[in-house]
């Protein structure tokens, strides 16, 4: 029996009314853009990641850009961020005008090591007048992105203590960790902006493209409202923007489906706990390290296992969707050679690159699935 990686079809089946009736109004409306729609779900996003603004836009990436530039990271500012994750963390960070830095992972968690972020502020940086500069060049350090990774987030206790330390701004990238919590509170609620993505694969997901920004300062959450739309107000431009804006059709179905976002995260964990404890005794598979304070989304459930090509080929054969996220961490992406970084330089990330392998998680997985994606699992390493 062929297990699908992701069928989202199975999620808007018991929805496709309320799905057809946001059609119907838009049409009936003709509220395209903005609207009354668009600031319901930005009222209701922020009220469910524990924020006071919320403010969409076009896509993830978008969400990441325009809070950098918020935040007022200029051209030629360092921002630091992880290698082992999708490209835009550190895409986003170029088209801001920034330059990434890039620090190790945690080899468990694949998340920011608060360790090195603070090791490596202290050996290479100085608080001064510009801000905290990188001291043998004198390039200023413009924020901090924090990837929170396959639905678990990075501990935001020790990275805002850090960064609250050194003045540094936060954006999370919780691109793929809506709702997710960190003692307690939830992704978006510690940074100074926090980026969501709506690309369909995400634990919420749009009909297409769109992406928000959380806050609590209401200047960034003006300027964010502006970046948006060409950097102005009333066609009075205090700065050149972008065209980002989230569609009230998009912001329709995303205020169907956050209504329902809580019951398909606690699906997506029950799959996770069963794949934890089917795996537990196979020493060539590791699971999912939570740590201690997060609660995952689990967006992804990514192993890091023995012999991971073969491993790979062997579940698609047998008709069971997997993935590599990701296959090469981003210093050894052709585009950033520039930055200067080779092999060798993160070796946690690239351990992670060589083992890790992702297998369905869905909420809407049948108990037959799961138990043929374990099965499949397990035949393997039992051959
Ligand atoms: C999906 C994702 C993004 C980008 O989101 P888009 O909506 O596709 O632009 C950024 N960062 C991470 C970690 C993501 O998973």
Not at 52 to 61: E, F, N
Request: charge should be negative; hydrophobic fraction near 40%; include cysteine.
């Amino acid at each position: 029996m062929p297990v699908p990686l992701l069928d989202i079809s199975r999620q808007h089946q018991p929805i496709l009314q309320e799905l057809g009736s946001v059609f119907s109004r838009a049409l009936e409306t003709s509220r395209f853009i903005k609207g009354p729609e668009l600031e319901s779900l930005e009222t209701e996003f922020a009220d469910y990641c524990g924020t006071r603004h919320a403010i969409g836009c076009a896509s993830g990436t978008d969400a990441l850009t325009l809070s950098l530039i918020a935040l007022d990271v200029k051209p030629g500012d360092f921002v630091i961020t992880t290698p082992f994750t999708f490209f835009a963390s550190a895409g986003s960070v170029v088209r801001a005008g920034g330059i990434p830095v890039f620090l190790d992972i945690l080899p468990d968690s694949y998340n920011m090591d608060p360790d090195l972020l603070s090791g490596w502020l202290q050996e290479h940086c100085a608080v001064t007048d510009r801000g905290v500069v990188y001291r043998s060049t004198g390039t200023r350090v413009g924020a901090v992105m924090p990837v929170h990774l396959f639905g678990q987030m990075a501990d935001m206790d020790r990275i805002m203590s850090i960064c609250d330390e050194w003045g540094l701004p936060v954006v999370e990238d919780a691109c793929q960790s809506v709702g997710a919590r960190w003692s307690e509170r939830r992704a978006g609620s510690f940074g100074a902006a926090g980026c969501f993505s709506f690309f369909p694969s995400k634990n919420l997901g749009a009909l297409g493209d769109g992406g928000m920004v959380t806050t609590d300062d209401p200047d960034v959450a003006a300027r964010l409202i502006s970046l948006r739309e060409h950097g102005g107000v009333g066609y009075i431009h205090a700065e050149v923007g972008f065209n980002s804006r989230l569609d009230a059709l998009q912001a329709g179905f995303l205020r169907v489906k956050l209504a329902r976002l809580d019951d398909w995260h606690e699906g997506r964990r029950r799959n996770a706990s069963f794949y934890s404890r089917a795996f537990r005794d196979l020493k060539e598979v590791i699971t999912p390290v939570i740590k201690k304070g997060a609660w995952s989304v689990y967006n992804q459930y990514t192993m890091r296992v023995r012999d991971r090509d073969r491993l790979l080929e062997h579940l698609r054969n047998s008709g069971i969707g997997c993935a590599v996220y990701y296959p090469l961490p981003l210093h050894l992406q052709q585009c950033f050679k520039c930055l200067g970084y080779g092999e060798g330089d993160f070796p946690a990330s690239e351990a992670a690159s060589r083992e890790v392998i992702s297998i369905p998680v869905f909420g809407e997985l049948t108990e037959g699935e799961l138990a043929e994606v374990a099965g499949a699992v397990r035949s393997f390493y039992e051959a």
